[in-house]
């Protein structure tokens, strides 16, 4: 697919689900509950600074700050521009807070920049994966950390949902096994470190 049509696509899709984004539905409840568990297990600190990749409206990242007393500088950035827009709405008297309309594979921001990044239920969706995990790198601090948390091709149930949406959503690229995030991640000068597991989905962490 064209990167253009892909962009296209995929910000129409996310500029629909904006508007419920923040819902109460049973699939909300469940990506709300991904997203609990991981910022669970994330080194935080007051005065970090964290991204996360695929934001949303910014319900994670408000999370992780709640856990530092908001101490610190949290990023957020989404390719949808709703999105966005609801996220700075969310947290339009936080100063500390900043979310940016942009594509994983090309992020408006300096290096070196970030003790944490954090990414949920997106990776799956980028045209470039391996850019993505470059701009990953070069964003991170040094020892600074990744936790991408995707459905993982491990097992046949999610080999056959990949299949399945692959065909009938065209924004999908592909949900990768672990052997494919470790080497994504070797590739881009990452170190893999561990996979924990969350529902059907595998947290894949590494470190710069």
């Known amino acids: 697919m064209q990167e253009s049509k892909h962009i296209e696509l995929n910000t129409k ?38 991204l996360d990749i695929g934001c949303g409206t910014g319900w994670a990242v408000g999370q992780a700050a709640k856990l530092v007393h908001e101490r610190g500088e949290f990023y957020g950035i989404d390719l949808s521009p709703k999105m966005i827009e609801q996220a700075k709405e969310n947290f339009k008297d936080k100063i500390n807070f900043h979310f940016i309309q942009a594509n994983s594979e090309a992020i408006p921001l300096e290096s070196d920049l970030f003790d944490v990044i954090i990414c949920t239920n997106s990776f799956h969706h980028y045209l470039h994966p391996e850019k993505a995990m470059k701009e990953i790198h070069r964003l991170l601090l040094k020892t600074g950390k990744i936790y991408i948390v995707d459905p993982t091709a491990d097992t046949w149930f999610i080999k056959t949902i990949d299949k399945i949406i692959r065909l009938v959503e065209p924004e999908h690229v592909k949900m990768y096994s672990t052997k494919e995030f470790k080497a994504l991640m070797l590739d881009a000068g990452l170190k893999y470190l561990e996979s924990r597991s969350i529902e059907r989905e595998k947290v894949h962490i590494g470190e710069k």
């Open 13 to 50: 899709k996310w500029d629909k689900w904006a508007a419920v984004a923040d819902g109460r539905g049973w699939m909300y409840r469940y990506l709300r509950k991904i997203q609990r568990a991981l910022v669970s297990m994330l080194p935080l600190k007051g005065n970090m600074r964290l």
